[in-house]
């Protein structure tokens, strides 16, 4: 019996072939492909009676449950969750966020995000920026670990994002890549915008874009992989991922870039051990909103990535 709320349909046969999100959005037009996207991400679908990925290819004939969730409140919610405060006054705090955890509410993540951490943690949060991203001056991706800023009023936010946009903001990575970058420090520079084909996905190769800039150095080279210190001069989305897998190195884990990459020697153990892309954001350093004075932050590696570290070092 199908649950109250729910939508069950059988996947025709011109659906086969087709990715799993790209069959819904063709039996279920009513919904967009990035909501569909996120409530498979959510384990809101099931194709044959079990959760699926949105990349899954159908054969047509599958029998396709879509759970719809009831409506969520609009606005996020305080919820008491664990968070690393690195350093926190009353304009601002910079947190070390954890892999997994997203940013701000969104499809399929109306809960458990850093909005609704901070909203726990900081008095007065609520409504600076907007009531959706209260605070959030940038982003970091759901898998990324590391460090980001959070303001506490309008004059920080203010103060914050004029820091970002005009690139007085010091971003400084830490990623484990597949093989061994052949220049020891390199600068990667290209026009930046969405691919073409697959619209989850960024691309440096395109003819109109944005300007983006990557800097990077081989801190460390090991078996089948290398530890590569990035620079992010610029702040699109993804852009060290895709910079780093167009440049022939793919980060280790990174399921949207590596191209089903397969790591060699000891980096096999070292992707099993993070588990995702393996980037940290390492060192964020800042003009401080009230006084004007570089703020200087770092996150210690996660203990994914140091388990992976060992491992590739052969301890």
């Known amino acids: ?150 303001a506490k009023h309008e004059t920080a936010l203010v103060a914050l994002q004029k820091a970002f946009k005009t690139r007085t903001v010091e971003k400084t990575y830490l990623a484990l890549v597949h093989g061994t970058p052949t220049a020891a420090e390199a600068r990667i520079e290209t026009l930046y915008g969405r691919h073409p084909v697959n619209r989850q996905r960024f691309t440096g190769k395109v003819k109109e874009g944005k300007p983006a800039l990557t800097l990077y150095r081989v801190r460390e080279a090991f078996d089948g992989a290398a530890l590569v210190e990035v620079d992010l001069l610029t702040g699109r989305t993804h852009q060290i991922r895709v910079h780093l897998s167009e440049a022939g190195h793919p980060l280790l884990g990174d399921s949207l870039y590596g191209s089903g990459r397969k790591p060699k020697g000891g980096a096999a153990e070292a992707q099993e051990l993070v588990g995702r892309q393996a980037l940290h954001a390492w060192k964020l350093a800042f003009p401080h909103p009230r006084t004007g004075k570089m703020l200087r932050v770092e996150a210690p590696l996660p203990p994914d990535f140091t388990a992976a570290l060992k491992v590739l070092r052969g301890r």
């Open 1 to 150: 019996m199908v649950a109250p709320g729910a939508r069950e349909h059988l996947a025709p046969p011109e659906t086969r072939g087709e990715r799993l999100d790209q069959a819904l959005a063709r039996v279920f037009p009513e919904f967009t492909r990035s909501r569909l996207q996120g409530l498979i991400e959510a384990g809101h679908v099931q194709v044959d009676g079990k959760p699926a990925k949105a990349s899954a290819r159908l054969k047509g004939g599958e029998r396709l449950l879509l759970q719809v969730p009831p409506p969520t409140p609009a606005v996020p919610v305080a919820e008491e969750l664990p968070l690393t405060v690195l350093h926190e006054d009353k304009d601002l705090v910079v947190v070390d966020k954890a892999a997994g955890m997203v940013v701000h509410p969104g499809a399929g993540h109306a809960s458990g995000t850093l909005v609704n951490a901070l909203l726990h943690r900081v008095k007065d949060l609520a409504g600076v920026g907007g009531e959706l991203r209260p605070g959030i001056v940038h982003r970091l991706d759901k898998d990324t670990t590391g460090c980001l800023v959070v």
